[in-house]
């Protein structure tokens, strides 16, 4: 049964490739000192900044440049654009990039008037911006997709002393004004990050949907987007420049993470939080780090969520189930999944990540255990999960 819910999502979205035409018509809402941020320099090879700046320059904009987003953004980071902002006294932050520099945005946009630590506010202690603070307006240019950063409060900053990734959803007032999505931007982005990307779709499509078994119209919504994710991704392995490809994939990616299909039920995130802890330790993708623990997770929870597993290999997958167990129909859908990993290509271990044994158990005790999945993890069971070696299909 559906809960109780309220849903609201303030982000005004432009899909397509008229950029600079609706670009133009959001800056002139906003005042003339606009912070961009963008990350290590795709921008500037592929033409992306080029396009940006003349529309700025067009409408007579004060640009101040914040570059060298990384992934995954940390806090000396945040510390950096949070006092930039605040001297230049910004009107907006416009990032132009993936998840990091749109998150990254959202972090320098409530960081910037706080006057304490921002990290121990907002991530840490996950508190709120206090009513009385001034928030600057973020819009984005997506570049990269995967995380759906673009229409979400959510904003994920990693602290390399703690060894600590944390991710903080904010309200309506931090989630981007406006954010221009245009599937040809994403063309040249590299295939280990395009599929790492595709990979953290179906992973936050997975974590809602692997929780509850009650009738509930998002897990039907979670399972069309996942059948053309599938489609899509297939396409866009053999073809990256496939528009039609592309643009599903994209659009797929912002639904996959802007609240709707989580609405009304439980919801897992497990794997993320174990994604999350990895991260924090080596710096990987963001993708690989849920591809290298999902198999591992999904096998080990399939007992506890019987009927959903099984509805996911017959829903999701097309595989029969006449004269199948529940429990013989479940595993083949965890192995189609597999397969279909395998044959995008995201890593299924996470050695190959730089993970090494002497680091299980501190990535283990910076795991946050989530309670909305079929099963609560034990830390030992967390433990026993990693996996260091690929997980294996047959
Ligand atoms: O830095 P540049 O030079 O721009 O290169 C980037 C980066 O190296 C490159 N790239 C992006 N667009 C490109 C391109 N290269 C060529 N052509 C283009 N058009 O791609 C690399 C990865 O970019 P990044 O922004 O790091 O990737 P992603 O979008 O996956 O973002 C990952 C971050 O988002 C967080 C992750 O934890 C991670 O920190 N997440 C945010 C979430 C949210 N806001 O709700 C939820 C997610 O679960 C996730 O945790
Ligand atoms: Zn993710």
Redesign the pocket.
Known sequence: MLGNFIYSNPTKLYFGDEVQKNLREELKKYGPKVLLT??????KT?G?YEEVMSVLNSIGKEVIELPG?????TTDKLNEGAKLARKHNVDLILAV???????YAKAVSVSAWYDGDPWKKFYLNQEEPDSNQRIIPVGSVL???????EM?G???I?NHAAKL?I?K?FGENVMPKFSILNPR??????KN?MV??IF?IM??IMEQYFSGNDDNTSDYLAEGLMRSLIHSSLVAIDNPQDYEARSNIMWTSTWA?NTLIGKGKSQDWMV?MIG?AI?AHTDA???MTLSGVSIAYYRHVLPYGLKKFTRFATVVWDIPAVGKTDRQLAVEGVDALLKWMKEIGVVTDISSLGVTKDMLESITDATLIMNGGFKVLEREEIMSILPLIPQHYN
């Open positions: 963008y990350g290590g320099g795709s921008i592929n992306i987003v990384m992934p995954n953004p990039g993936g998840g990091s520099t749109i998150d570049t990269m997709v995967g995380t759906g950063s979400n959510g904003s994920v990693t990734k991710g959803v931007y994403t063309f040249s982005v590299p990050q790492a990307g953290d992973s936050h993470l993320h999350q991260g993708t963001h993708g």
